[in-house]
């Protein structure tokens, strides 16, 4: 099989030229040519009015060694790399029994905490893989879970154990379910992700596409396949119970994990344990620091959500192109490094969707953004976020970050009005710095509502500062930007979690207690669906070898 990249071709171009192009391109005849397969597909929108296709392309043909051999010195035509996952290695039979495992050195079953992106793919790789784990989640199964996070959008009643953040798929489950990510892939554990999202019920596309999304409605049934998955392969998942205790033996103060308690009181007994539990499991945090569970602050951001009309960000990415359903709707991708030296940026940008509510704890607002496959709604949104660092915004204590943040939710919460209601402000009084009174031309998407206000006092002097320098900055790549109408609510402050459970780089393990297995977004490993259910993956060979070998 060959690899051909950069093979570009027009927006409208029929499904043909493709073939066309690879024998133009290999300088076969059609005899020579088997068939192709689309690796991936980008676009290049540099010039709005001349949009691109950019190929990437495994190609079966006869004569493969010639022809490698004629474009040796052709960076485009390379032998195409195997991209199949491989696991590292099988529960030896007999398989573990419920509670002790045989034939294996280390004896309890795994446990794994939390059924987000991180957790669901520790979880199917360790079951695939024979090793039936048990998965704890705090949160409801999640067709209960979206009833909930629907109930809090519409009336405002917060359930504080099922919700956006919490409960069957994890945090994004609700969301645009965008599927990039910046990372390194050498073994192939994102293709693995992308391979098992298709099985389950995502569109195949996301194979391919440089800029993947699913969409809200598409993964609450595919976390509902994985699971099925999970369960017929001898795992274990149980909803409604949250972790309260880890139970650690010491041995010349070298901790081990024992097991875990749950808030009913019920003990479960293990030695490889799995901590999966996102960026909102502040309670956790503060269960494992009392523990003596080495943690420690990490950067995150703060900021706003920014809605403008969907059809503004269209016209300025793909300018006569704009609306042409083979682009769907424009992304944006902005970075600004503003004068009081804060970088300013675009965070989880979702074209043609919403703003939603996405607190966990009561008496506080948090905003973040979703929207369903087709992308279809009126407004895009993002956020839009000042990166904030321990060092510099809050020292000190491992979890001054946790309280940073709530501490600016409940201003939120107070901001706009008590009752859960997020505060907005229009681009143009922002920018002016007087409070606003009136929505203009964009009506914002957040429910229950949004209370017009002056957002100044929403964060820190530094971060109004530099998100009041960026937004003409900004104007400068998106035409519109600075729009007066367009609307800020806030605040966004579930960016990435603000603790890092830090663990070696080797076999995994916390740095000071054997046996936990932090991963995901909450332990500080990931930001992102794709990227959380990779690390997932990792921690997952981590347990399987260490109970196989020792
Ligand atoms: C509204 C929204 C939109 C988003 N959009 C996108 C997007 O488009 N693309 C993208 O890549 N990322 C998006 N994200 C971010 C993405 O959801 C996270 O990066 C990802 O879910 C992290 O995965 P995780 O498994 O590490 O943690 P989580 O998904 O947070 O899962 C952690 C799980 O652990 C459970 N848990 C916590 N504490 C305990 C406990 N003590 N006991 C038992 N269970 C516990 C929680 O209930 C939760 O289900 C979005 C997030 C939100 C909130």
């Known amino acids: 099989m060959l690899r051909l990249t950069e093979i570009k071709l027009s927006l409208q171009h029929a499904q043909e030229k493709i073939k066309t192009a690879i024998l133009k391109k290999l300088g076969i005849v059609e005899d020579d040519f088997i068939r192709y397969q689309i690796f991936k597909r980008g676009v290049d929108a ?42 590292v290695t099988f529960a030896p039979s007999p398989q573990p029994s419920p509670t002790r495992g045989e034939g294996v050195k280390s004896m309890s079953r795994p446990v794994i905490v939390g059924f987000g992106p991180a957790g669901i793919f520790a979880a199917l790789i360790l079951a695939q893989s024979g090793f039936k784990p048990i998965v704890l989640e705090r949160g409801k199964a999640v067709k209960e879970r979206t009833k909930d996070t629907w109930g809090f959008w519409r009336n405002s009643k917060l359930n504080p154990e099922s919700n956006v953040q919490f409960g069957e798929g994890g945090a994004g489950t609700f969301s645009d379910g965008k599927l990039y990510s910046q990372i390194k892939d050498p073994k192939h554990y994102g293709r693995k992700v992308l391979e098992e999202f298709v099985k389950a019920g995502a569109p195949e596309e996301i194979l391919y596409d440089s800029h993947p999304h699913i969409g809200t409605f598409r993964l609450v049934s595919m976390v509902e396949k994985m699971r099925e998955t999970i369960l017929s392969l001898g795992g274990e998942i149980r909803f409604e119970a949250r972790v309260d205790d880890i139970e650690i033996g010491y041995k010349n103060e070298h901790g081990q994990v024992q097991g875990v308690v749950l808030a009913n009181g019920e003990r479960i007994a293990t030695n490889h344990l799995v901590l999966a539990v996102g960026h909102s499991a502040r309670d956790t945090f503060e269960m494992i620091h009392k523990r003596g569970i080495y943690i420690e602050a990490k950067p995150f951001s703060i900021g706003f959500r920014v809605e403008h009309p969907q059809s503004l960000i269209d016209r300025a990415r793909y300018g006569s192109n ?29 074209p043609g969707g919403t ?18 496959y087709s992308r279809n709604e009126r407004n895009a949104n993002a956020g839009i976020v000042v990166g904030i660092t321990p060092e510099q915004d809050y020292p000190g204590d491992p979890l001054a970050g ?30 002016e710095g007087k409070p606003s009174t009136e929505f203009g031309e964009v009506a914002p998407s957040y429910t229950p509502s949004v209370h017009l206000t002056d957002l100044s006092s929403a964060l820190p ?34 960016t990435s979690s603000p603790v890092r459970i830090t663990r070696n780089d080797d076999d995994l393990q916390s740095i000071n207690t054997k046996g936990l297995y932090p991963t995901g977004e909450g332990a500080g490993y990931a930001g992102g669906i794709l990227s959380a259910a990779v690390d997932g993956i990792k921690v997952a060979e981590a347990v399987a070898l260490s109970i196989v070998v020792g």
Do not use: W
């Open 46 to 87: 540099r010039k709005p009015h001349a949009i691109l296709f950019v190929y990437t392309l495994d190609v079966e043909v006869k004569n493969e060694a010639k022809l490698l051999a004629k474009f040796k010195k052709d960076i485009h035509v390379k032998p195409a790399p195997d991209t199949g996952y491989k696991f």
């Open 322 to 350: 704009s609306g042409n359903p083979l682009l769907g709707a424009a992304d944006y991708r902005l970075v600004h490094h503003a004068k009081n030296g804060r970088s300013v940026y675009s965070f989880c940008m979702c």
């Open 355 to 372: 703003v939603v509510a996405a607190a966990s704890e009561p008496g506080r607002v948090v905003t973040n953004g979703m929207s369903q």
């Open 402 to 431: 946790v309280e940073l943040q709530r501490e600016l939710e409940a201003k939120a919460y107070a901001l706009g009005g008590n009752n859960y209601a997020a505060p907005g402000q229009l681009i143009g009084d922002f920018l």
């Open 461 to 494: 002097e530094y971060a109004i500062t530099a998100i009041r320098g960026a937004l003409p900055e900004f104007a400068k790549q998106i035409k519109g930007f600075d729009l007066p109408d367009a609307i800020l609510t806030g605040v966004e402050t579930r």
